[in-house]
Nanobody, 121 residues
Framework: QVQLVESGGGLVQPGGSLRLSCAASGSIFRLNTMGWYRQAPGKQRELVATITSVGSTYYTDSVKGRFTISRDNAKKTVYLQMNSLKPEDTAVYYC???????????????WGQGTQVTVSS
């Protein structure tokens, strides 16, 4: 089994910054693409950013220039640095990872439990 544990959420004023972390543990042969999603109240879960195992990144338009995704493969951890936060960034943020448990098995998708980010004055 694989566990993804997020940390770093909280309450921040508009214009402030937060850094989210997501550590993977368990039966991991290879961590492929990792990413962050978010879900605001009454809305569907949306993709925020992804990063491949070799560091290629993708950002949804609304966070480009403000958020930075990175990863530390040795620590099996993905980060999301969020700057210039806006009230519309308020949501539960979920970590996602494609994990191979063994070289003979296909990658399977895992989710973290979510961490609340609230941007408010």
């Amino acid at each position: 089994q694989v566990q993804l544990v997020e940390s770093g959420g909280g309450l921040v004023q508009p214009g402030g910054s937060l850094r989210l972390s997501c550590a993977a543990s368990g039966s991991i042969f290879r961590l492929n693409t990792m990413g962050w999603y978010r879900q605001a109240p009454g809305k569907q879960r949306e993709l925020v950013a992804t990063i491949t195992s070799v560091g290629s990144t993708y950002y949804t338009d609304s966070v480009k220039g403000r958020f930075t995704i990175s990863r530390d493969n040795a620590k099996k951890t993905v980060y999301l640095q969020m700057n210039s936060l806006k009230p519309e960034d308020t949501a539960v943020y979920y970590c996602n990872a494609a994990v191979q448990a063994a070289w003979t098995t296909p990658a399977r998708e895992y989710w973290g439990q979510g961490t609340q980010v609230t941007v408010s004055s």
